[in-house]
């Protein structure tokens, strides 16, 4: 069994990083009620806790489906693809924050989200697919 999971963790480390990343960034957009204040209209739909939960429970699919014994490329896929479009939606966002309401210190974040985008694409590029 631990022979298992130290060759998951060598053959998926970046899927574990990535699953962490997002994850801890659901769970901080989870318990933070004021992060998004822009677009007024949106900000109570962008700030309730299904927005957090969703982004907490991704992270934490694709930690498990690094160490899982059946790891269905599908499955990679439809995670991948969730999200590329969770850190892609948040660095849009954030981006209007850091635009529209001259909130620069966001930009660190819009950084970062578009490293870990750029991080999750290579991983969908060389994950298999078959």
């Known amino acids: 069994m631990l022979k298992l999971l130290k060759q998951r963790l060598k053959t998926n480390t970046l899927h574990i990083i990535i699953g962490c990343a997002i994850a801890l960034i659901g769970?901080?957009?989870w318990l933070?009620?004021?992060?998004f204040f822009w677009p007024p209209n949106a900000s109570s739909v962008l700030n309730d806790d299904v927005v957090g939960f969703f982004g907490t429970a991704l992270?934490?699919?694709i930690i498990l489906w690094?160490?899982?014994r059946d790891q269905n490329p599908k499955t990679?896929?439809?995670f991948l693809t969730l999200a590329t479009a969770f850190m892609t939606l948040?660095?849009?966002v954030e981006?209007?924050?850091a635009l529209f309401m001259h909130y620069p210190r966001i930009f660190t974040n819009v950084i970062t989200d578009v490293a870990l985008i750029a991080v999750i694409m290579y991983?969908?590029?060389h994950s298999d697919t078959k």
Request: charged share 10%; hydrophobic share 40%.
């Open 27 to 29: 769970l901080e957009l």
């Open 32 to 35: 933070n009620k004021g992060y």
């Open 59 to 61: 992270g934490c699919g």
């Open 66 to 68: 690094s160490f899982s």
């Open 76 to 78: 990679n896929q439809i």
């Open 90 to 92: 948040l660095a849009f």
């Open 95 to 97: 981006l209007g924050h």
């Open 123 to 125: 991983v969908a590029r």
